[in-house]
């Protein structure tokens, strides 16, 4: 039986999306395209209310990443920095729990992990874990632990 030694399932594949949700709404966008606009206006891709017209994009590039483009203010789980993916400016690639806020609103991107690029070995279900070596037990660092050093 052969095992994957990478994560670069068919263009596209593994389901991309995006859990979308606020205090009143919950619900999933696929992610189909190579541009996704997000924002309150009528030709948005993901159409909100109470965001900027355009607040963000979402650009699947030719390495089948996706990567996250705020256009507007909001938080990411990483930090933000130039991509070429982007044309320069600021953006996140995103991996399988990567969230990110625009307005009210809250975005966790999904992606199945055999072809989420950023788990080797196919993911879990692939052989990630299994193929990989596993490392050496933890050190014990209590000897060097500042809590044990603070006097009572």
């Known amino acids: 039986m052969s095992h994957p030694t990478t994560t670069h399932a068919e263009w596209g594949a593994g389901n991309p999306r995006l859990i979308v949700s606020r205090e009143d709404r919950h619900h999933e966008e696929e992610l189909r395209g190579e541009l996704i606009t997000i924002g309150s206006a009528a030709?948005?891709?993901?159409r909100l209310e109470g965001v900027d017209p355009i607040a963000g994009e979402i650009r699947h590039?030719?390495?089948?990443?996706?990567?996250?483009?705020?256009?507007?203010?909001?938080?990411?789980?990483?930090r933000l920095q130039p991509?070429?993916?982007?044309?320069?400016?600021?953006?996140?690639?995103?991996?399988?729990?990567?969230?990110?806020?625009?307005?009210?609103w809250t975005f966790v991107f999904m992606r199945e992990e055999f072809a989420d690029h950023g788990r080797p070995y196919g993911g879990r279900e692939g052989g990630e874990g299994q193929t990989q070596?596993?490392?050496?037990?933890?050190?014990?660092?209590?000897?060097?632990?500042?809590?044990?050093?603070?006097?009572e």
Not at 67 to 72: D, E, L, N, R, T
Not at 83 to 104: H, I, K, N, Y
Not at 137 to 148: F, I, K, L, T, V
């Open 43 to 46: 030709d948005a891709d993901i």
């Open 61 to 78: 590039d030719d390495r089948d990443e996706f990567v996250f483009v705020p256009h507007a203010a909001g938080e990411t789980n990483a």
């Open 83 to 104: 991509m070429s993916t982007a044309e320069g400016q600021d953006g996140e690639v995103l991996r399988t729990g990567a969230r990110f806020t625009l307005g009210d």
């Open 133 to 151: 070596p596993e490392q050496p037990e933890r050190p014990d660092y209590s000897d060097g632990h500042p809590a044990e050093d603070a006097p």
